[in-house]
């Protein structure tokens, strides 16, 4: 009997040692990055673009690259949108009585959420060499699409799926065309599509893979689709790996801001799921 | 409407017709058998051997396994079974931000913190010398990505489980750890199983943060204080060099295609398992 | 009642979240005889079960205060280990719910947490029990296949035999045949007639034929007070309390 109360007991103890080392590892990570980047942020870091010699000491800042990442990431996520939602209303709304077409059709998105951005990457630039796009703002764009379609799908599909049938199938009745019956579910599901677009930008401001071949990198704002465009993750990396120590301190500073920036969204698409769930019931 | 769906959904066939297509003047050179097994990579005299990156990315990806799935299982378990719901509140949505941290941040933490830590802490109990740029990294920053994806399928599944279950247990005198040992974990297997498959298939293609702290040494490793060499990271360091060395392309694309096809599997698995249980569920 | 109760509840209140569930419940459940909790749906029959072998203890937000008797012993006196007391009740839900291992695993499950390890007495306990349900016959010859194939009648009657097995003195059903066709309900019947000879049993039910027909002892709960207790025939032809002639009234005509 001892034994097994000295089980239960030892088996809690190390639950609770596991559960605090994968919470901690949050605080964990980004404390550390707090730490060291803290330090070398300044206002210049976001409000300049890297000066000549930047990347061995001299002055300026990742604007380039904050604004490369949000010209991509934003336009990945509007062309995404522009694809996803007719994709989402399509699988729910006009495609009754083919369930089993249905599902297949969301375990293929399923799967293609799983595949990893630099496959993404890769077949963004096979696209480009066949085009004969370089790399630029416009391969990025392309690339980072393919890679949020799924992930707006799915959330779409989601919140599409938690309007009750009997919504959507009312209005049939009353003679209304399946496509002003969409337009009302897309309104009932606004704050879900908030967040979709929250979530795809989060993902797509942040990755490295698929942009790394695609959108090439630059130390200035690009201002045309055919200019190569700087990304945040990719301004790090490169800051990271010069010898001089402000560089890499600067490099930090640099990963603080795309944490904070990220993690901001995070929260916030926290805060609308919350928010549409409570309407829901 | 229905024009983009079919486009969409085709973008798996697409990707992977593209890839192959690309892949195929490599493999007209050379044996799919020598490609994977051989482990000599030097792409200037047209030898492309691609075992060291598929060992890279096993070894690699096992770390993480190995270190993740205990620690998350039991994560999973305190969090739906034992903790206190005020408890309950505040810890979830710690593990949901984790997964919103973008990879290369993992790799900036990887550098400052892991690769420090086995430098001068933890690989002088065991090797002579290591610059702490190792498989051992790479696994260690990885398993921390995918905390998240294991704690939370994990998580969704216990839930699933009846309490009436557990109360059948627990009234024939069974303590609350043994309930869960034998009965909970038991009934959860089948969704766990399809947690950790669907955890190896990221770990598989995650690129950036494992690029960042694995040496990219292109040789098989023979210990986790080596440094490794994952195929995405081959991708990644490479693809600068693509153009101009002839063949180098078509090895790196069909990497990729390695990748595509593997993961591809994985993830199929993972879900038809998962969509057996939600239908056992419905039923 | 000669012999002094079984189990004996003392001023037992029990509030879940913001509901007071239980209120100031003063009862004894007589020894080796049926008893049974009838009652309106949400009066608190249940809860009022579960308190008995501490299975509320989990349950989100529970408050219990009150003591509650078996044997002499208050087993909601902090010192008291929660497994032993637990060992003395077997439990029957209203679902049978087989565990996922096969159908000696089941019954063996018990013994086997409590000691019991060797195979020919597990191998005796096991066919002891499944006989002692009318199971031994109908399984004997796939004892290892997975306990989910049988039908509902006979998972229920398994699940009572697993309770059997680990020796406990006091059976608590909570509504066990409120899923099964009227065979199986009438053979589970008829076993808890025969087992208050060794064992004291407590149902919960909301079909007074069946409370008429197995129990000796019924006790009248609404909105979670006891509002009358006492022998089967007394309650059910001649209730004393206005509330009780309501609720029966629609056995006695």
């Known amino acids: 009997m001892k034994r097994r109360i000295f089980e239960e007991l030892f088996f809690r103890g190390l639950m609770i040692l596991a559960t605090i080392v994968v919470v901690g590892s949050f605080f964990l990570i980004v404390g550390t990055i707090l730490d060291k980047g803290l330090p070398y942020m300044s206002l210049d870091m976001i409000t300049k673009t890297p000066g000549g010699g930047f990347y061995i000491g001299k002055s300026g800042g990742v604007l380039n690259a904050i604004i490369g990442s949000i010209y991509i990431a934003g336009g990945a996520t509007v062309l995404g949108l522009i694809i996803s939602i007719p994709v989402a209303i399509y699988i729910n709304m006009y495609m009754d009585g083919k369930r089993f077409l249905s599902n297949v059709i969301r375990m293929v998105f399923d799967v293609l959420f799983g595949i990893p951005s630099i496959v993404y990457g890769a077949f963004g630039f096979l696209i480009m060499v066949y085009f004969g796009i370089r790399a630029s703002l416009l391969g990025g764009i392309i690339a980072v699409t393919l890679l949020v379609i799924p992930i707006l799908v799915r959330t779409l599909d989601e919140m599409i799926r938690t309007v009750p049938f009997e919504l959507r199938d009312a209005a049939l009745s009353l003679g209304t065309t399946r496509w002003e019956m969409a337009k009302v579910v897309l309104r009932q599901i606004k704050p879900g599509i908030f967040t979709a677009i929250l979530l795809s930008f989060g993902r797509a401001v942040g990755d490295v893979a698929s942009v790394l071949f695609t959108a090439g990198f630059s130390d200035n704002i690009p201002t045309s689709l055919h200019q190569p465009a700087a990304t945040l993750p990719l301004a790090i990396f490169f800051q990271l790996g010069s010898p001089v120590e402000e560089v890499q301190g600067r490099g930090y500073a640099s990963a603080l801001i795309l944490t904070m920036v990220v993690l901001i969204i995070t929260v916030l698409s926290e805060i609308f799921i919350k928010k549409f769930n409570k309407h829901k019931l | 409407m229905l024009v983009f769906t079919l486009a969409s959904v085709s973008l798996l066939l697409f990707i992977g017709i593209g890839l192959y297509l690309h892949s195929v003047p490599i493999l007209h050179k050379l044996s799919l058998g020598s490609l994977l097994t051989s482990t000599v990579w030097k792409p200037l005299k047209g030898l492309f051997g691609f075992a060291p990156f598929i060992m890279g990315t096993l070894w690699v990806t096992c770390i993480s396994i190995i270190i993740a799935l205990p620690l998350c299982l039991l994560t999973a378990v305190y969090i739906t079974e034992y903790a206190p719901t005020r408890i309950k509140r505040v810890l979830s949505p710690f593990v949901n931000l984790l997964s919103g941290i973008p990879p290369v941040i993992f790799g900036v933490w990887g550098v400052l913190f892991i690769i420090p830590l086995i430098q001068n802490h933890i690989a002088p109990h065991f090797v002579d010398f290591s610059t702490g740029y190792s498989v051992l990294a790479g696994g260690i920053v990885l398993a921390i990505m995918i905390f998240p994806l294991i704690v939370s399928i994990t998580s969704e599944v216990l839930k699933t489980i009846p309490q009436d279950l557990r109360d059948a247990s627990l009234s024939l005198g069974a303590t609350k750890w043994e309930t869960t040992r034998k009965i909970v974990l038991r009934k959860a297997l089948p969704g766990i199983i399809a947690a950790i498959v669907l955890a190896i298939s990221r770990a598989f293609g995650e690129t950036i943060a494992v690029l960042m702290v694995c040496g990219n040494n292109a040789a098989v490793p023979h210990s986790v204080f080596d440094p490794g060499y994952p195929l995405p990271a081959l991708i990644a360091n490479n693809y600068g060099e693509m153009m101009s060395i002839p063949m180098y392309d078509s090895a790196l694309m069909f990497a990729a295609l390695l990748l595509f096809l593997i993961i591809l599997l994985f993830n199929l698995v993972s879900r038809i398992i998962l969509a057996r249980l939600e239908r056992k569920l419905a039923a | ?253």
């Not at chain 3, 695993?105 to 409590?114: C, L, S």
């Not at chain 3, 199971?135 to 290892?144: G, N, S, Y």
């Not at chain 3, 027909?213 to 006492?230: A, C, L």
């Open chain 3, 1 to 253: 009642m000669t012999k002094t109760p079984h189990i004996i509840v003392q001023d037992l209140n029990v509030q879940i979240g913001n509901q007071h569930i239980l209120k100031d419940i003063n009862i004894g459940i007589p020894n080796k005889k049926v008893t049974s909790i009838i009652g309106p749906s949400g009066c608190g029959k249940t809860t009022l079960l579960k308190t008995f072998n501490r299975l509320l203890d989990d349950a989100a937000d529970v408050k219990i205060t009150g003591k509650v008797l078996v044997d002499g012993e208050n087993i909601y006196d902090p010192n008291t280990e929660v497994t032993h007391i637990r060992k003395k009740m077997g439990l029957l839900s209203q679902r049978p719910y087989p565990l996922p291992m096969s159908i000696y695993d089941n019954v063996a499950y018990g013994p086997r947490i409590h000691g019991t390890r060797k195979k020919q007495e597990l191998d005796a306990l096991v066919e002891k029990q499944l006989r002692s349900t009318g199971l031994w016959d109908e399984v004997k010859d796939r004892l290892t296949a997975s306990a989910t194939r049988l039908s509902i009648g006979q998972q229920q009657r398994l699940c009572l035999a697993r309770g059997l097995a680990v020796g406990p003195e006091i059976i608590l059903g909570d509504e066990s045949t409120s899923a099964l066709d009227p065979a199986s309900t009438h053979i589970i019947e008829d076993l808890f007639m025969q087992l208050k000879e060794k064992y004291s049993i407590v149902l919960v039910t909301h079909i007074l034929r069946q409370a008429a027909r197995i129990s000796d002892y019924i006790i009248f709960v609404y909105m979670g007070k006891i509002i009358e207790y006492g022998p089967t025939d007394e309650v059910l032809q001649n209730p004393q309390e206005e509330l009780t002639k309501q609720y029966v009234k629609g056995y006695i005509t």
